[in-house]
């Protein structure tokens, strides 16, 4: 007598081999994800360095005090300086306005009320040359800090949310001045 259909265990290794091929994807999906996030936070602290770089060719100046040569903020309200007025913005960007006197458009981008933000949810972190001598100090890879030779430098603390590590995403070349 001849049987059709597919016995209990034919089926059990379709579906292994299914969840198999399921988890594999997955995977590959997540790690996509993931590069997708960095090479966005790249272009991001790249595309918020040049704006910077081109406001100090035009000024001549960071529109900042700060204590000792470099300055490190937070990419939160300063970065209204580097937009022109849109009518939603905020009262308290006015003082920040006032740095941007010919009102160029140097960064725009219209969803800044929470400041600008990686793909991890934390502020874009900059450093800036406040003496005018090229040179910031930045966080170092594994801890510390080190200076390198420019103006702006802009990072994203990456996936582990912390400045000087290995996940941080950065503007510049590491290395040694």
Avoid: C
């Amino acid at each position: 007598m001849k049987r059709s259909g597919f016995t209990m265990i034919e089926l059990l290794a379709s579906v292994g081999i299914i969840i198999v091929l399921a988890s594999m994807i997955l995977f590959g999906l997540n790690v996509a994800r993931q590069r997708a996030r960095t090479l966005e936070a790249r272009s991001m602290s790249e595309q918020i360095q040049l704006a910077w770089e081109a406001y100090l060719a035009d000024y001549q100046e960071f529109p900042f005090e700060g204590g000792g040569s470099t300055l490190q903020v937070e990419s939160d309200i300063i970065m209204q300086t580097l937009r022109t007025r849109h009518s939603d913005d905020p009262p308290d960007v006015s003082e920040y306005r006032s740095y941007n006197r010919r009102g160029y458009t140097y960064f725009d981008i219209h969803h800044l009320s929470e400041g600008v933000r990686d793909p991890w949810g934390n502020f874009y972190q900059i450093a800036l040359d406040m003496n005018n001598n090229g040179r910031v100090t930045v966080p170092a890879d594994g801890g510390g800090q080190e200076t390198i030779r420019q103006s702006v430098a802009v990072w994203s603390m990456g996936r582990d949310g912390e400045s000087g590590t290995s996940a941080d995403i950065r503007s510049w070349r590491s290395g040694p001045e």
